[in-house]
C-alpha cells in the first residue's frame, strides 16, 4: 500500500480568514487551566510579535485591535469531511485524522501517472484557503500522518518510508503528551529507541494502544481501507468576524462556498439546479435566498457570475453576520458526458446561461418562455411558460408568424384590397377561422399572407362580419 497525509496545520485559522475580504491580524484562542493562550495566529500578528502560547491578554497589548476568535473543532472536522469530498477524485480509500487527510492511493498510480505526478496535480488542485499544507507519501498511514506533521509545510512533496523515520522525535508521535513526556525521563527522545524495546514490555509499561499504534506505524498490523461516505445532501456554512452591510463583499465568502459545493457534485457525478442560501442577519433573523438554475451545473465557474449578478439586485435588511448553503435538489449529469475525465459540457449550455443570467439580473418572474395552447385563435394560441418547458406549435399546413401585434392593426383598402406603404399582395389563403362563440371572443377571420412592396411579408385577415382588412403579424424584417 501507499498512503499519502494532506496537513493543514493551520486548519483553524484557514476556516476563519475564509470569510474575511481582506487580511487583518488574528488568533486563534484555545482555554487551558482557565488561561486563554493563543493557538494560531496569522502572518499580520506574527509580524507584531504575536506566537503560538502566549496568552491573549499579552497578544492584545501588542496589537490594537486584536481580533481572538475562539478555535471551533466541529468546524474543523467538517471542513475535512468537505475536503475528503474533494479528494474522493484521486481515491475512495480516505481516512480524517487531526487536521489531516489520509487518503491510500496505491491503485490510482497508474491512472495519474505515478507518484510524482499524482502528487502535482492534488497541490495544483486543492482548493483554495488551505494554505500552509505538507503532503507526504508513505508505506502506512500512520507513517503518513507522522510524516506530515513532523515536516514543515512546503509546496513540494515529501516522499518517505517507514525506516526513514527512525530519527523523529517521540513529540511527533500520535500519543497522549503525559506518554511522550514519561518516555523522554526514561531517556526514550527517538522513533528507533522505542521501537528496539520489547513490544510486551511496552504493553505492560505503558498499556496496549501503544503497541498497537506502533505496529500500524510500522505495518506489522494492516491498515484498514474504509471506504469515505458521501453524504445525500449538501451543507456548508461560513461565519463572519464582522457585519457586513453591502453586497460586494459578500462575493468572497460566497465563491468558497460554491468552491466545496462543486468538489461535492464532482465527487457525486452529479449536478444541480437550485441553490439555497440563508443569509443569517445581525438582527437574528434568517433571510432566505435562493437561485433557481435552468439547466444543472456543478461547476462554480458556471455559478458565480449568476451569484454576481444576483447580488447586484438584492438588498439586504439588515447587516450579515453569516452564509449557509444548502443543496437538496441533486440530478445525474445529463447525457453527453464524453468520458470520465472530460467535463461535461451540454450543446445547449450557452442557451441557458443566457436564461439564468437574464433571471439573474431581471428577476425570475419578467424572464419567460412561450408554450402553444390548443386555441384556434392566435390571441389564444400561446402562453408565458417557464423557460425551456414549452412545446413548440405544430401548424404543418399554414404559415404563421411568431410576431403578432399586441392587437390588431386596421389596414385603408382601395377598390376593396388592403393597403398599407403601397398596394398588398396576396401571396397565400385563405386561412379560415371560425372560432370562440362560447367565451364572448368570437372570431370569424379569413387570414392571408401578403407581401408589401419593400418585400417585408405580412399576416393580415379580413373580418368576414364587416369586411375590413387587418395587420395582425409580421414574419420578419
Known sequence: MLWVCLHF????LNLVEQGLPCERPLVIEVTRRQRRLVYLCNASAHHAGVVPGMTIPTAQGLVDGLTCVPRNEDAEHAALQQLGHWAYQFTPHIQCHPASLVLEVSRSLNLFGGRQPLAQRMIA???AGYRPFTLAFCDTAQAAVLAAQAHPPCDQPYFFSVSELQDLSVEWLAIDTPLAAQLRGMGITTLAQLLA???DALGKRFGTPLVTYLKQL???TPDLLTHWQLPEQFSARLDFLQDVE???PLLFPLRNLVSRLADFLCAR???TTQLDFRWQLRTGQAMPWSVALSSPVYRSSDILP????RLAQTRLPAPVVGVQLQVTDLVPLPQGQGDLLTPWRSDQLSRYQLIDKLKARLGNDNVQGLAAVADHRPEYAWTGVVPGTGKAAQHPAQRRPVWLLRSPQRLTQKKDMPMLEGHLQLLTGPERIHSGWWDGQ????DYYVARQPSGRQLWIYRDRGDGSWYLHGVFGV
Open 9 to 12: 496545520p493551520a486548519l483553524a
Open 125 to 127: 488542485q486543492l482548493p
Open 197 to 199: 524495546l520489547p513490544r
Open 218 to 220: 510500522t505495518g506489522e
Open 246 to 248: 453591502s453586497t460586494d
Open 269 to 271: 457525478h452529479c449536478a
Open 306 to 309: 449568476l451569484l454576481q449578478l
Open 442 to 445: 368570437a372570431v370569424n377571420r
